[in-house]
């Protein structure tokens, strides 16, 4: 129940500042080599679905990447991890790492759309979307 609470509070505070804006490819298992910039957001134990469905910058979000935190494995949602968002060029040369997950907003990936599914509601594991302000919406898929 508390670890439930944990990442519920977690979700919400990650997503207060996302806006809907889901990415249009993905390279799962793939992290960049280098980038030409530092990440302008980072949250913190999220849902690789909150990753990919959000952009979480004021300017232009180039492209996320979102890695693996095993202790949320066995958690509704998972996985979990830290995304960190971009602003910058994407980049061109990509390492493989099955705990790394590339989201673009720019169709760069190796597959379409945002790979990952719904996000889901950490203490039920049903469908639904976020509003920008962090409220989980079940059901729903038109969030603002």
């Known amino acids: ?6 990442i519920g509070l977690a979700l919400t ?6 806006t809907l ?4 490819s993905n390279s799962k298992g793939k992290c960049p080599k280098t980038m ?3 990440a302008t957001k980072v949250s913190k134990a999220i849902q690789a679905a909150e990753c990919s469905h959000n952009t979480r910058t004021h300017e232009t979000q180039t492209f996320a990447v979102f890695e693996t935190d095993h202790q949320y494995d066995d958690s509704h949602g998972a996985p979990y991890g830290n995304c960190s968002a971009y602003t910058c060029g ?3 040369s990509f390492t493989s790492d099955a705990d790394c997950w590339t989201f673009f907003w720019s169709g760069k990936g ?3 759309g945002v790979g990952t599914g719904c996000i889901r509601d950490p203490n039920t594991s049903e469908c639904g979307c ?11 898929d038109s969030c603002e």
């Open 1 to 6: 129940m508390q670890f439930s609470t944990f």
């Open 13 to 18: 505070l990650a997503c207060a500042n996302a």
């Open 21 to 24: 804006d889901p990415a249009t």
């Open 36 to 38: 030409a910039c530092s």
């Open 90 to 92: 994407v980049p061109t």
């Open 110 to 112: 190796t597959s379409s």
């Open 130 to 140: 976020e509003n920008s302000d962090g409220e989980f919406i079940a059901g729903s």
